[in-house]
């Protein structure tokens, strides 16, 4: 259950960097042009609602009259409500097409931030949550800097258009309703600070208590392993139960909030139709509410609820506030968090490769010496100073790595490997994967037809890698592995050494590995093992 | 739903209906009678009945009128509120009792584990708890307050229903396209995000090889212009709220103007006027509540495609939820002449093997990775295939073992709850509990957190210490079947092994299987190489 008050991070912008992402305001500027179209539309709206409410008040008071009406009259009354629902229907669509112009421009932003963030940073981060920030973070933040930001406009300007249209019949009855509103802002704020008090007293209370059905769906595989399903289950029913009371608590006051705009709109009303009243019964002489026609009565008593309706409109975009201040939150956070500091190694500072144009260069050492990071100096991934390479120098282009996380598209086994491998040949597709016993595997049967799942989510480390490996033999470029052999069965690994070297007789192979045989056959060796120290074995 | 539980949310719906009748009927009736009021003052002003008209009478009423419509839409939204919380508690219940006997949950790869997948599941149990208060309610109210109307407007002035039934059919029409056309906009929606989140899913997997070949970019440009595709999917469905809305709100002033110009067309004049002066001012306050149509529209579309995705859980899920009563007798030996291992969706992996499992003696699984390990062990659990293993003289069924097993998985994860309830150790002594964390070597951390009863959540701890509470709970289990999924993962070795070697020592007297990619040496234990 969401509550109508979220404590949102406030961005604070001293704190922002230059180089930060501030989500919010980039989705301003994004939303600049369509938000001014939208409000010119939304004003057109009121005004346009008021003429109508105006010219039928008129027909009306004049018809129970038994007053001539204008031949004119009705056409344009008619005429000005379907302009007026003509202006709405045209508001409608230019919010809804400026937020989602506003959400798509500010995920392309995103995007190219994170074409900016390094690999080493991007795998620290949750996936699940760059999923969630990508796909519903600029919706939200749109739904703010559009909706929200022309609501509290609009609270502004209709009032002020209902006033004018008010002050034109009689003055007085501006100045009632002008005055209703400091009281009506009154009670807001006093009923928004006990909404505030009551939901941190919630939040402290019963916070804990908010996500637990959501969790123990997330821990269902756990809950059920443990045995724990009915114990789980008769917590839950009572911890929720436990916070929708407290809830309720909450929401007695929030939706005070609702009704005290309800209350003024009606009180307006009801005071406004009592004066008029007497006014027409000539009981008592108010100034401003005597000698009125019947259609200027009508009128006013037609204009008094436009005045509350912005202010309605403005109260139910709370949510919104809340939601897209949250969400400009942590996508900021999300991009902006600095990079993760590697672990020094200084040696890597002071290398110089001398790469060959072909053969097997292996580095090698302890876990955590730093051949993995070496490898993504090569290729020009990692911050840190690229080690002097001689007269190569390689580029994304002619790279092709190897690791147990290659990507696999969604599609067939022979799609997986001939994947950014440019043009290749089926039959030597269908050699290779068999060399590398892709085609005799139990697990992925089907042979080079096999269907791959999203995110290849079928396929083991194992068969990722062998998967890279074929790629990397059709592909024809300098390839990058890292740890090719590590976790698998010594029949495949066999398979892969033997690809990886037959590769190396005619381009350049770098791995990183702990594996004696692969090591053993290198033509030149890169030892870390000493962090000082690199012993160049040729 | 408990019989108490659902009285009571009938009870809750009652009022709320009656509330937002009556939130309805004041409005209808405040906007109709002020402007009754202004008429007949106005005329009678003209004339010595001025002095003779019962204004106090129907200014009462007005300020009636005036606080009952705050004061019922306050019931409305309160009780409203309270109804759909209380649905919300008994269907949430009754859907994490379904889920738990849902088959996917015992499969590989939870995928509500994953944030996002759970957020878009969360969505939909939103959509469904508050389809009621949101598309059901003001849809009913709605109703009743048009079939008055138009009664009303039948009798004063029965020319009148010719436009207001054709903008009804308009209204009608353009809500019955919404509903069908948004259906489909909305469908293409979620399919194009879930694409976009799969796709996006696996490039941050393969963040490294993608940068390094330079493929990064495209794949992840591609991911997020699904996302951008769905938006615009989304904006076709507000396009369509817009057309609804537009006609919505003609509809109450277009109605009103209608009533008095029959009523004029009729010959009426003067105070006979008035009385439809009333309807067409109810007409416009009724306008008021149509505004919401599209919403209701939107509201009931959602709740259906929710209902559908949350139904997909639910198939083949058998109709008994698992017994998980403890059955005291252990069984000495476990055995399987000729075990055919599966894969978690059914295929068979190798040939079949042979499987003697005795107290006391520690069987190894060793594979590399993708060998089934983890499937063979949910096999002898029980939570796939439906073998049946000999104990003894007796057979123990699938289910049966699920009953008797303690399943260690590797990727076990810490519920929000109190350490205690996280042990899942029921009422044990806490210094039993104690003993446990400091044989997995948890003890000072948890003292560090704040003891047994602290509040603890996945993201405070790291991997390796979650894993070492799962260990924990495995000390703690007193199942005589005990399968520890790579019990060392996300631990150093030498931690890993000397954990290892006191939770064994500690569970002498059970059936222990055991699967890893590294062989160790551990003394006593019988190792079964996987071959995929």
């Not at chain 1, 699940?128 to 300007?157: D, K, N, Y």
């Not at chain 1, 139910?316 to 969400?327: I, M, R, V």
């Not at chain 2, 108490?4 to 009656?18: D, F, H, V, Y």
Request: charged share 20%; glycine share 8%.
């Amino acid at each position: 259950m969401k509550t109508p008050v979220v404590p949102a991070p406030v961005p604070d912008p001293a704190a922002a960097s230059p180089g930060a992402f501030q989500a919010l305001a980039s989705a301003s500027q994004l939303a600049k042009r369509g938000l001014r179209r939208l409000l010119c539309l939304q004003i057109a709206r009121s005004a346009l609602r008021l003429g109508f409410a105006a010219t039928a008040a008129m027909a009306v008071g004049r018809l129970v009259m038994a007053e001539p009406i204008a031949s004119w009259l009705v056409p344009v009354t008619i005429a000005l409500l379907l302009a007026a629902c003509i202006a709405g229907f045209a508001a409608d669509r230019a919010q809804a097409s400026t937020e989602t112009a506003v959400s798509i421009g500010l995920r392309e932003r995103a995007g190219k931030r994170l074409d900016e963030t390094p690999a080493r940073r991007l795998q620290s981060l949750s996936v699940g949550g760059v999923i969630m920030s990508m796909q519903r973070h600029p919706e939200a933040i749109a739904g703010l800097v559009v909706g929200h930001r022309a609501a509290s406009t609009m609270m502004a300007a209709g009032p002020l258009l209902a006033v004018a249209a008010l002050f034109l019949v009689s003055w007085q009855a501006a100045l009632l309703v002008i005055c209703l509103t400091p009281v009506m802002i009154l009670f807001f704020a006093l009923i928004g600070r006990a909404i505030r008090r009551r939901a941190d007293a919630q939040e402290r209370a019963y916070g804990r208590l908010a996500g637990q059905f959501a969790d123990r769906i997330r821990t269902l595989p756990t809950i059920l392993a443990n045995h724990a399903t009915s114990g789980e289950e008769a917590k839950l029913a009572r911890r929720l139960e436990a916070y929708a009371d407290n809830t309720m608590g909450v929401l007695r006051i929030a939706f005070a909030n609702a009704g005290i705009i309800d209350f003024f709109a009606s009180l307006s009303i009801a005071i406004l139709a009592v004066l008029l009243g007497l006014g027409h019964l000539k009981l008592a002489m108010v100034p401003g509410f005597s000698n009125l026609e019947l259609w200027q009565s009508l009128f006013i008593l037609m204009i008094a609820p436009e005045y509350f309706a912005p202010f309605r409109r403005f109260s139910e975009q709370y949510h919104a506030k809340a939601e897209g201040l949250a969400a400009a939150g942590a996508l900021d956070r999300l991009l902006d968090t600095e990079e993760v500091v590697a672990k020094p190694l200084p040696v890597l500072d002071v290398l110089s490769l001398e790469l060959p144009a072909h053969g097997l260069v292996a580095i090698t050492g302890p876990s955590g010496s730093g051949k993995s990071t070496l490898l993504r100096r090569l290729a020009g991934i990692e911050a840190g100073g690229i080690p002097a390479l001689g007269s190569r120098r390689l580029t994304a282009e002619d790279i092709a790595w190897v690791s147990t996380d290659a990507y696999v598209p969604e599609g067939t086994l022979a799609g997986a490997i001939s994947w950014n491998a440019g043009a290749v040949d089926p039959n030597r597709l269908q050699h290779v994967a068999r060399a590398i016993g892709l085609l005799d595997d139990a697990l992925l049967p089907g042979g080079l037809a096999a269907r791959l799942d999203k995110g290849g989510a079928n396929l083991s480390g194992g068969q990722r890698l062998r998967i890279a490996v074929a790629r990397a033999q059709l592909c024809g470029r300098t390839v990058l592995a890292d740890e090719p052999t590590a976790k698998l069965d010594p029949g495949t690994a066999g398979a892969v050494r033997r690809m990886l070297l037959e590769i190396s007789t005619r381009r350049l192979l770098v791995v990183a590995t702990h594996d004696r045989s692969l090591s053993g056959a290198a033509d030149i060796t890169f030892d870390l093992t000493h962090g000082d120290t690199v012993e160049v074995a040729a | 739903m408990s019989a108490a539980i659902r009285s009571s949310s009938r009870t809750s719906w009652r009022l709320a209906a009656g509330f937002a009748f009556a939130a309805l009927g004041c409005a209808i009736l405040l906007g109709g009678v002020s402007a009754w009021l202004l008429g007949s003052v106005a005329i009678a002003g003209l004339s010595a009945a001025a002095f003779t008209f019962n204004f106090h009478m129907a200014a009462a009423f007005i300020r009636l009128f005036a606080v009952g419509r705050t004061a019922a839409r306050y019931g409305e939204r309160l009780t409203g509120h309270k109804a759909a919380l209380t649905d919300q508690i008994a269907r949430r219940v009754e859907l994490f009792a379904a889920m738990a006997a849902a088959p996917a949950v015992l499969r590989t790869g939870w995928q509500l584990g994953d944030d996002a997948r759970l957020a878009d599941y969360l969505d939909d149990v939103e959509d469904l708890d508050y389809a009621r208060l949101r598309a059901g309610l003001p849809a009913l109210t709605l109703a009743c307050g048009l079939a008055i109307l138009i009664a009303a407007s039948a009798v004063l002035a029965p020319l009148s229903l010719l436009p207001i039934t054709l903008l009804l059919l308009a209204i009608l029409f353009a809500g019955n396209r919404v509903a069908k056309a948004g259906a489909m906009a909305w469908e293409r929606t979620r399919s194009l995000r879930r694409g976009g989140a799969s796709r996006l899913g696996a490039a941050m997997a393969s963040a490294v090889p993608l940068k390094a070949e330079g493929a990064w970019s495209r794949e992840c440009a591609e991911a997020l212009a699904a996302f951008s595709r769905a938006d615009g999917a989304l904006l076709g469905l507000r396009q369509l709220q817009a057309v609804l809305d537009m006609i919505g709100t003609t509809f109450g002033p277009v109605a009103g103007i209608s009533v008095m110009a029959a009523a004029w067309h009729a010959g009426r004049q003067g105070t006979e006027l008035l009385p439809p002066m009333l309807l067409a001012f109810s007409w416009i306050a009724l306008g008021e509540a149509m505004n919401g149509a599209s919403r209701i529209a939107v509201a009931m579309l959602r709740r259906n495609a929710a209902r559908n995705e949350i139904g997909h859980w639910m198939q083949a899920a058998p109709a008994g939820r698992p017994s998980s009563a403890l059955d005291e007798t252990l069984p000495r030996l476990l055995r399987h002449g000729a075990l055919q291992r599966r894969a978690p969706d059914g295929r068979a992996i190798g040939t079949p093997i042979s499987l003697l499992l005795a107290p006391g003696q520690t069987t190894m699984l060793v594979g590399a990775s993708g060998s089934g390990k983890t499937s063979l062990l949910k096999q002898i659990a029980g939570w796939i295939g439906d073998d049946a293993f000999a104990a003894g003289d007796r057979i123990l069924s699938a289910s049966e073992r699920r009953a008797q097993a303690t399943l260690v998985l590797h990727d076990a994860v810490i519920i929000e709850d109190t350490v205690r309830a996280n042990l899942f150790a029921g009422d044990a002594p806490d210094a039993a509990l104690w003993r446990a964390l400091e044989a997995v070597e948890m003890d000072g951390r948890i003292h560090e957190a704040g003891g047994l009863d602290a509040w603890i959540r996945q993201d405070r701890f790291s991997l390796g210490e979650a894993q070492r509470i799962n260990l924990a709970r495995a000390w703690l289990s007193s199942r005589p079947l005990m399968l520890l999924d790579e019990p060392t993962e996300h631990l150093d070795y030498e931690q890993g092994q000397r954990i290892l070697e006191r939770l064994l020592a500690h569970l002498g007297d059970r059936i222990v299987v055991i699967s890893t990619h590294r062989a160790s040496s551990l003394r006593d234990a019988r190792t079964i190489e996987l071959q995929p």
